[in-house]
């Protein structure tokens, strides 16, 4: 991945950059694009669903008596939240280092986090729920860079955007779902001696299990191993992505991965600054997912009012995400588009924190309008810019060992946004309108908006340089042939 090659280097690069010349089939490419669409997408877009349903379920909980029953106290919440990152941190990049030598298994994954959502419902204990946390965050560690890692594989860089972020959108059906779940589900209370909570653990966790059974059957495999394309569409496929930017020129994907490798991949400044723009999305998200019930809960509303009210704050950020990757594809950038959320996270935060002075010390409530339309702002923020980010990234490593690494450590490094998260908002801060918490994230969102301005002066600079290095090759005598397109990053 080294961004600067060798003076001597230079027409060796774009010799080995010559591939034979690929003519494209606009009719063919449109019903092969067709074809992908629909088998790759909408089965991992369901499981994400399910997935974001079992992960998120805690935060709805937390307000229908888990705290009292199981005896949590003092921060015990917060650790449930946080026990939940460990794990995701540390097994992530391995999950994603077998992907190379085994078929993505995201049903799998699913399937146990569905078996664990389901403990949580039955334990008798806050340890078997921190038990159950802790696995759910193991099996989703394969997860998320496997769906990643696999659909960036069936795409060229320009097409990436939508699609993921379309697949990233299932977060916000799964949160606004969830939101909807819990609150019907909370009113099984008490039947079969069951409380509210532990029925909002159970169902969710079995209609996981079940869906994800069944979609074990139908995930595609690799493009060169998939058996739902015919043979010429296959060629037609891996031809196409041969021949994309970021492909040309890339190590090949038939030799191991070295630990020093790794490494290199993973210190790289790309990988460096996208992480920081990422942990500052994350802890957008993380907020949102565990605490927007409790928040809403302090502004007035009901238990089953603040579940009902997480629906529209995830819808609207939906759109936002939709049509943020549109434009993104549309126009091939990625900076731009990233600020549109980065600087809805600052008024979020804002919002927020603005609203403190107003509420009442004593109880907690007050300023509720304000309150909720900051939790738009930073929903908002959250799912535009961690879908750009993944997708930036990727767009800009070259062949599958960059990009497995490279979106492994951004995703599970990022995941250090939860471990701030759930030491923002302490219990004993509810009644002082959680001030320190919305402070903190309004402080990361800055660094946030800091590393990607940094990321994008930097891409820049690097194709200011390739651009210079070629038209030096070229005057030393080296000629491209065959129209071979030189890989550039994506701004």
């Not at 509720?368 to 990234?393: D, E, K």
């Not at 509810?430 to 309004?442: I, P």
Request: hydrophobic share 45%; net charge positive.
């Amino acid at each position: 991945m080294d961004s600067l090659p060798d003076k001597d280097q230079t027409a060796q690069t774009i010799e080995n950059s010559i591939l034979p010349v690929f003519i494209p089939d606009p009719v063919a490419e449109r019903k092969l694009l067709w074809k992908v669409d629909f088998r790759v997408v909408p089965l991992l877009y369901v499981l994400l669903i399910l997935m974001q349903i079992d992960r998120t379920n805690i935060g709805n909980v937390r307000i229908q008596g888990i705290l009292e029953e199981l005896h949590m106290v003092g921060n015990d919440f917060n650790v449930a939240i946080l026990i939940y990152t460990v794990p995701f941190m540390l097994f992530e990049l391995p999950s994603s280092l077998m992907l190379r030598r085994f078929r993505p298994g995201a049903c799998i994954w699913v399937y146990y986090i569905g078996m664990c959502t389901v403990g949580a419902g039955l334990t008798r204990s806050y340890g078997g729920l921190l038990a159950c946390r802790f696995l759910v965050g193991s099996f989703e560690a394969g997860f998320t860079p496997c769906c990643a890692y696999l659909i960036s594989q069936y795409y060229k860089r320009h097409e990436f955007q939508k699609r993921y972020s379309i697949f990233f959108s299932a977060t916000q059906v799964g949160g606004a779902f969830g939101g909807f779940l819990s609150y019907a589900l909370a009113k099984l209370n008490n039947k079969g001696g069951y409380a509210g909570w532990r029925w909002i653990f159970i169902i969710e966790g079995i209609l996981t299990v079940c869906l994800s059974a069944v979609a074990y059957f139908f995930t595609v495999p690799l493009p060169e191993n998939s058996k739902f394309l015919g043979e010429d569409q296959k060629t037609l496929l891996l031809n196409r992505l041969s021949h994309d930017e970021s492909e040309i020129g890339a190590d090949a994907d038939t030799t191991p991965l070295k630990f020093r490798q790794v490494l290199k991949i993973a210190f790289h400044w790309k990988v460096i600054l996208a992480f920081f723009a990422y942990v500052a999305a994350d802890i957008n998200a993380a907020s949102i997912n565990a605490f927007q019930p409790t928040i809403l809960r302090s502004t007035g509303y009901t238990s089953s009012q603040a579940q009902v009210r997480t629906i529209p704050v995830y819808m609207t950020a939906m759109v936002a995400n939709l049509t943020c990757a549109y434009c993104s594809d549309r126009y091939k950038l990625r900076y731009p588009f990233l600020m549109v959320g980065a600087v809805s996270s600052l008024l979020g935060w804002s919002l927020e924190l603005g609203a403190v002075p107003i509420i009442n010390h004593k109880t907690g409530l007050g300023a509720p309008g304000m309150r909720y339309a900051g939790m738009f702002c930073i929903a908002i923020g959250a799912f535009v810019q961690i879908p750009i980010l993944v997708v930036w990234l990727g767009n800009n490593l070259r062949g599958r060992k960059e990009r497995v690494v490279g979106l492994a450590v951004l995703i599970s490094g990022g995941q250090a946004g939860n471990l701030v998260a759930a030491n923002m908002f302490l219990t004993e801060q509810e009644k002082d309108g959680f001030q320190a918490g919305f402070a903190t994230g309004l402080g990361f969102a800055a660094l946030g908006v800091l590393a990607a301005t940094i990321l994008a002066v930097g891409l820049w600079w690097e194709n200011k340089c390739l651009d210079k290095k070629d038209r030096e090759a070229l005057e030393n005598g080296v000629v491209v042939e065959g129209g071979a397109v030189r890989f550039r990053n994506t701004l």
